[in-house]
């Protein structure tokens, strides 16, 4: 026992500096959010000469943060949601009602999988501009919807495991195929669901290409976005831009401690079955 | 409720999913195949099928032909890292060290914030001028001038795919060490009580029952990799030159920039192709693999 509990402290020593270079870029920027500009290109790398909090004050005087904050809130959130119920809705004839042409439709949308967005970037952007879709919110929602093909494979492949009797007793008993769906279907969904928002809330939130190509007035910007467009505006003043980064983190951060479970049991079982 | 109806009811719950995805995904797909044919400029509303002189012109084109082999070079060297280190860090996250958890979760962290704000904050630490965090570490410490990390051609494209493997290493490992801890113990019990050693336990046991982890990993780290824009674009704006443009960012600086509709439309259609067959190519191979092993 006291064999594997010394190679054990081994492991806690050997691991201490592979840990700290991985942490080192976050404690580079969240230092140097507490110095002026001249201290923190000194000394980029040590604690602050005197430390200053007025980064903090300025930077959400000098940029549209919070409404970036907003943006991106509205967007992830609708789309989001919108996606869920497209994928569930989508995926709920295919597994209870299987026949010739929704097998058709799964294989026309496994398609999907293999189509980069990058691919059809060209075409897309003229879509976009027919569609009266530019520089408009709502326009980024709708496009994001077209993640539901990812979730409807999760929902299918979750669907399967629910027994039958469940909605054919329902029908029996009279309720809609709408009714069943949504009172019976849905609800049992729940595991599925949890893991498809979170990996779609990472998608979206955090998606600097879609936002840069389709999102112009600044009023608009998401807060990906919104760093993008800081770096160009604070290039020598390296404080105020990390600074802006660690408002930014902070959300995420918050949400990766109420979500690591989660996600992690998400990628797990997203392995597991392949 | 007739049956007729009763279908009818039931394809209808296909019908958004089916709208959204033709509308946004398969129809600028062929959309792209078409406009590849012809030199559509995006503005006039005459123009003329050239057959395949833009797939033609593809090779001929400077920018484009660096594009696609930095996202190879990228694409492979980042996956092979993180395929390297991903998986003795789950070996080691597997076991039970006082500092464990801790070391999850930095490891993992990474992988949760936009790849464009981790491109920045390493920006800071790769400034090719002396007041770059790793040239001021390099100065104090071994009185090295400073190097141009960012401006170098090989620097530069080494540079990209650092950070991008530090951004992704801690979630492969959280995926292979799910399979890790699905690997029952008294293999380990009866492989040690037959005298085998602690890594012969490694090689026979865990790699072999990793494989199927490994296939959906790199395959992963394939099809990312191929998409990649947002750190080489925020670390390096693409240069020097053309150096570390990445085959997104092409299309976009030739389709969007510069309105060579057709051009641009060719490499998308090109760039499908790439990805489709490397999935391929991968997965059968992988899965070969795998049957091999067990």
């Known amino acids: 026992m006291t064999n594997s509990n010394k190679r054990l402290w081994i492991l806690d020593i050997l691991m201490l500096p592979a840990g700290f270079i991985a942490f080192f870029p976050f404690y580079l920027i969240i230092v140097n959010t507490f110095k002026t500009m001249q201290d923190a290109a000194k000394n980029p790398m040590s604690l602050p000469s005197k430390w200053i909090f007025t980064n903090y004050v300025q930077v959400f005087q000098e940029t549209a943060i919070l409404r970036s904050f907003v943006n991106s809130v509205t967007i992830t959130l609708f789309a989001v949601l919108f996606i869920v119920l497209i994928g569930a809705m989508g995926a709920y004839p295919v597994v209870f009602n299987g026949n010739r042409l929704t097998r058709i439709a799964t294989v026309y949308l496994l398609a999907g999988f293999m189509i980069p967005f990058q691919a059809t970037?060209?075409?897309?952007?003229?879509?976009?501009?027919?569609?009266?879709?530019?520089?408009?919110?709502?326009?980024?929602?709708?496009?994001?919807?077209?993640?539901?093909?990812f979730v409807f494979f999760l929902m299918s492949g979750y669907m399967k495991t629910i027994p039958r009797e469940l909605s054919e007793a329902a029908v029996i008993d009279g309720c809609s195929i709408w009714g069943i769906f949504?009172?019976?279907?849905?609800?049992?969904?729940?595991?599925?669901?949890?893991t498809s928002v979170i990996f779609q809330t990472m998608w979206i939130w955090n998606d600097f290409l879609a936002p840069m190509l389709f999102l112009n007035s600044s009023s608009k910007s998401t807060l990906v976005l919104q760093i993008y467009k800081a770096k160009g505006e604070f290039t020598v003043d390296w404080p105020m831009f990390m600074t802006l980064t660690v408002v930014t983190l902070v959300p995420i951060f918050i949400f990766f401690i109420v979500m690591q479970k989660h996600i992690v049991k998400g990628i797990a079982a997203g392995a597991v079955k392949g | 409720m007739t049956k007729y109806a009763r279908q009818l009811q039931f394809l209808l719950f296909l019908l958004p999913i089916l709208a959204i995805y033709s509308l946004f995904t398969i129809f600028p797909l062929i959309k792209a195949?078409?406009?590849?044919?012809?030199?559509?400029?995006?503005?006039?509303?005459?123009?003329?099928?050239?057959?395949?002189?833009?797939?033609?012109?593809?090779f001929a084109d400077d920018a484009i032909t660096s594009a696609i082999s930095y996202t190879l070079f990228f694409t492979f060297a980042k996956a092979l890292l993180v395929t390297v280190l991903a998986i003795p860090l789950a070996m080691i996250l597997d076991q039970k060290f006082l500092t464990r958890n801790v070391h999850r979760a930095i490891f993992f962290f990474p992988s949760i914030p936009s790849g464009l704000l981790l491109a920045y904050i390493w920006g800071f630490i790769l400034a090719p001028i002396g007041s770059g965090v790793l040239n001021t570490i390099l100065r104090e410490l071994f009185n090295i001038g400073p190097q141009p990390w960012l401006a170098d051609p090989l620097l530069a494209k080494l540079s990209t795919i650092v950070v991008a493997t530090w951004a992704v290493t801690g979630w492969h490992a959280v995926l292979y060490l799910a399979f890790l801890q699905s690997i029952p113990k008294d293999y380990y019990e009866a492989a040690s009580i037959d005298g085998a050693s602690r890594l012969q336990q490694v090689r026979f046991i865990t790699l072999p029952l990793l494989?199927?982890?490994?296939?959906?990993?790199?395959?992963?780290?394939?099809?990312?990799?191929?998409?990649?824009?947002?750190?080489?674009?925020?670390?390096?704006?693409?240069?020097?030159?053309?150096?570390?443009?990445?085959?997104?960012?092409?299309?976009?600086?030739?389709?969007?920039?510069?309105?060579?509709?057709?051009?641009?439309?060719?490499?998308?259609?090109?760039?499908?192709?790439?990805?489709?067959?490397?999935?391929?190519?991968?997965?059968?191979?992988?899965?070969?693999?795998?049957?091999?092993?067990?």
């Open chain 2, 211 to 294: 494989a199927p982890a490994m296939t959906i990993s790199v395959m992963l780290l394939l099809t990312g990799g191929l998409k990649v824009f947002e750190i080489p674009f925020a670390l390096t704006k693409g240069g020097p030159g053309f150096e570390t443009y990445s085959i997104t960012q092409v299309i976009m600086l030739r389709g969007i920039t510069e309105a060579q509709y057709g051009l641009a439309s060719a490499m998308s259609i090109v760039f499908f192709l790439i990805v489709l067959a490397i999935a391929i190519f991968q997965v059968t191979v992988m899965q070969r693999r795998e049957r091999g092993i067990q």
């Open chain 2, 33 to 58: 195949f078409f406009l590849s044919f012809t030199n559509f400029n995006g503005y006039s509303k005459v123009y003329d099928f050239v057959g395949i002189k833009n797939y033609v012109m593809i």
């Open chain 1, 182 to 194: 949504w009172r019976i279907i849905f609800p049992l969904l729940k595991p599925i669901t949890i």
């Open chain 1, 121 to 149: 970037l060209i075409p897309l952007f003229q879509l976009m501009s027919d569609l009266n879709l530019i520089d408009k919110i709502v326009g980024l929602i709708v496009l994001y919807m077209s993640g539901s093909v």
